[in-house]
């Protein structure tokens, strides 16, 4: 079975500061597909960036950083100088292939979120 | 372009009624997945519509239903509704491609209040 654990709950931290969000999965497949969604108070979760399992270059987007390490099942994501319009719930999410389906992927797992404040 | 459009935005219903919601994709998308996240926890798989047909479905009663039309647009139908239903109803929608895998994007939700 698929799973995603979140273990932080929430977080808070000063503006400026440095933040890790860490994000565990569990797969058998050996295609897969690893994303992070940001929900701030409004709602819609923002997709934020996806990575395939056989693409274990890590990522960097402006102050936003990804840590895929497929030995330990971790798909981290790192704030650097945190602001607070970061302030937002985030979410970890896994999907498997399709398989021999036309269309795009099937269901994302997600994990239960991680509570992002950010204070000034 | 527009995003992912998703009404109501807020639904208040009574136990026992019916509710239908209401997705329009992201232009160049032709597959809707449907989401339920309940207060504090992350979104639960519901199903997914693609040509018109469920092609996956979650953990959910039948009580849940849905629609896609030729336009790609798709409805969630849930009937006799439970105090347990209320939640944030959000939908998907991603890119067509034979044996693609595209990243789902979402919509503002719709707040469902079951009294």
């Known amino acids: 079975a698929q799973k995603v654990t979140q273990a932080q709950t929430e977080i808070s931290v000063v503006e400026k500061e440095d933040v890790t969000l860490d994000c565990v999965y569990e797969?058998?497949?050996?295609?897969?597909?690893l994303f992070w969604y940001k929900q701030p108070p409004s709602g819609e979760l923002v997709f934020l960036i996806r990575?395939?399992?056989?693409?274990?270059q890590n990522e960097i987007s402006g102050r936003y950083s990804w840590n895929f390490q497929k030995s330990t099942s971790s798909f981290n994501f790192t704030i650097t100088a945190s602001q607070v319009v970061d302030s937002a719930v985030y979410f970890c999410?896994?999907?498997?292939?399709?398989?021999?389906?036309?269309?795009?992927?099937?269901?994302?797992?997600f994990g239960k979120g991680t509570k992002l404040s950010v204070k000034p | 372009d527009a995003g992912v459009t998703q009404s109501p935005t807020h639904l208040i219903k009574t136990r026992g009624q019916q509710v239908t919601l209401r997705c329009s994709p992201k232009?160049?998308?032709?597959?809707v997945s449907w989401y339920q996240q309940a207060l504090g926890q992350g979104p639960q798989f519901i199903f997914q519509?693609?040509?018109?047909?469920?092609?996956q479905r979650g953990n959910f009663p039948d009580r849940f239903s849905g629609h896609q039309f030729p336009n790609y647009s798709s409805e969630l139908n849930v009937n006799a509704l439970l105090l347990g239903d209320s939640a944030l109803y959000l939908c998907?929608?991603?890119?067509?491609?034979?044996?693609?895998?595209?990243?789902?994007?979402f919509g503002p939700g719709t707040r469902l209040t079951v009294l």
């Open positions: 998907a929608s991603s890119g067509g491609g034979q044996g693609a895998v595209d990243t789902q994007y």
């Open positions: 797969t058998r497949d050996t295609t897969y597909y």
């Open positions: 990575r395939n399992s056989f693409d274990e």
């Open positions: 999410a896994l999907s498997g292939e399709m398989g021999d389906y036309g269309g795009s992927q099937g269901n994302l797992i």
């Open positions: 232009s160049g998308h032709d597959t």
């Open positions: 519509y693609y040509e018109e047909e469920e092609r």
